[in-house]
């Protein structure tokens, strides 16, 4: 009987806004009755993201934005996972190089791979997301896209966080996690739009946050197409493509989204300028910063930080009328292995 | 109760199912009972189509491929409209050239400018789709995305066909728009994959074919974050970023989609790497080749024509187990206008 009715809303082409109201009222990632965002704590950020779901959610509302235009992007080094003591990307290849460097006896003498062997953060540091996505087309050139692929799921899969000793998969935010799915309830389509290597990222976008390759934007290197021995291949090359941080960002989003997105996450002065162009558009505007404040459950730091300096931003939230959030105040988890 | 029922479904989590399974029987592009692909004549191009479709959705099947991974990508000029007698947006660019030539006598004696202002299509077209973009960007160059996007779209609204004295928008191929339905109903994600430029196709993919900007690959010139006047605009500048033409478009497809797709669209030989690439992925895999081989509904060109030649792809498609599509023999009715 239920399949019948079900059958029928369909060809009637009622289903859509059926499932729209139906969910907007449920968060499929809670538990029913415990409400959405349950890894949040009460207050002025929790609040501000239930008030601005629920102003371009409401049918009859004067914000109301239709689902097709409900893009939220989020950065990910930070802002979805950790990046502490350095942007795992950057623990990725500097193992990367230590694996690789009895073939390249040269690497002794030669920077960055010098301070990489030495343990040089100092020096590795300074050169920020942009010298790690050299490094990383410097040791994973020429090779194809599927093998760098593997070359990297392979890590995800073994590798561990030196303070958490857990897999870097693990130290994902909980409450971003949650954040996720109450706007994809909602009918938002969220987009990761990362400094890090698109390619990196996409490996286990879609396992660990649900996002799908084709929405992640993120920075790259050159490939090209060629039939090796009848077989078509594309081959990394060793040259930067596209640099997706600061003002990369809405550049990157104006190019793989191609329209301006409502609402934009981030937690460093790299997203400053994504925050700034997504929060400029006319109607209803989302934009929010997470403060890395919480020393005892992640890390703390802000001004200063090597990965994930966050200065102009704490500045001006405020004034930009963007909400900050406190991970020690407003974060009642902070990992999902966390005890509650 | 309905709704009651509805609800219940949804906060079980058996909605997903129930809508695939109703989807795949359904295509909502047409009245019930006429079945899908209407204004496709029987015969071996629309069996194929519609075995593929049933061979990776057949839940217990030993081909299925999960929803998340049914993207389909369709070539745009010859494909999904008509690319005679050039381009659509040769068309556009020459108006424009002309529009705004009285600004620039120097064009008089510049190429490729003197050639759009003398009528000298032969020049033009010996430049095919990499220099109709120089040519855009020559043109548009300095102004913001959104001052392009209402040229363009000011452009579509008034400009005519020189045949067929419709909007250009009019010239789609109605047996494609059903192909893409049919897709979609099947929970496919359908791609654009564009030689054309990427911020010209947004501009109506998503009222004409129902793809949102989102999931349109295509050509890019370099744009820039700039704040003027304390407003952030990305400004266009004069320089190619991507030319997604050839062996460009499986690197786009790469750096867009990030996965490969499983079935492919195209028209002409600038889609062939894409279709090597598509059907070359583990699994089942489709390729179709749409012949312009109807003079008097539409145009008839292949290895010879300037704009959309397909001479490689002709003599390939067999060997390679592609569909070739006749637009005069497949085709019931080619646009929507036509009478039945």
Request: glycine fraction near 8%; aromatic fraction near 12%.
């Amino acid at each position: 009987m239920e399949r019948i009715v079900f059958t029928f809303l369909v060809a009637l082409g009622f289903v859509p806004a059926l499932v729209q109201q139906a969910s907007a009222q449920a968060d499929p990632s809670t538990p029913l009755g415990t409400g959405p965002l349950p890894s949040w704590n009460d207050g002025a950020a929790k609040k501000s993201i239930i008030e601005f779901v629920a102003r371009v959610t409401k049918k009859e509302g004067s914000e109301f934005v239709p689902p097709m235009e409900r893009i939220a992007v989020f950065d990910n080094d930070g802002t979805l996972w950790a990046e502490q003591p350095f942007y795992f990307q950057g623990l990725f290849v500097f193992d990367r190089v230590r694996a690789l460097a009895p073939q390249h006896p040269e690497w002794k003498g030669t920077q960055p791979f010098k301070a990489v062997l030495e343990n040089d953060m100092k020096t590795l540091a300074a050169g920020g997301l942009r010298g790690l996505i050299e490094l990383v087309m410097a040791t994973h050139a020429g090779m194809t896209t599927e093998e760098f692929e593997r070359i990297v799921k392979d890590w995800l899969a073994t590798a561990r966080h030196p303070k958490f000793n857990r897999l870097y998969t693990d130290l994902v935010f909980q409450p971003m996690l949650e954040l996720l799915a109450y706007l994809r309830a909602n009918d938002f389509k969220t987009f990761i739009v990362s400094g890090g290597g698109i390619e990196f990222v996409r490996t286990f976008s879609e396992k660990v946050y649900g996002i799908p390759p084709e929405q992640v934007v993120g920075s790259s290197i050159v490939t090209k197409f060629e039939v090796r021995e009848g077989r078509p291949v594309l081959v990394r090359e060793p040259k930067l493509d596209f640099f997706d941080d600061h003002e990369g960002k809405p550049v990157g989003i104006n190019k793989f989204i191609g329209r301006r997105p409502i609402a934009a996450f981030g937690n460093s002065d790299g997203d400053f300028q994504m925050l700034e162009w997504v929060t400029a558009g006319t109607g209803p505007r989302f934009g929010l910063i997470i403060h890395h404040d919480d020393a005892v459950r992640e890390f703390a730091y802000d001004r200063a930080s090597a990965a994930g300096k966050l200065d102009r931003g704490l500045d001006e939230a405020p004034k930009r009328g963007w909400t900050l959030v406190s991970m020690k105040r407003d974060w009642k988890r902070v990992f999902a292995f966390e005890k509650n």
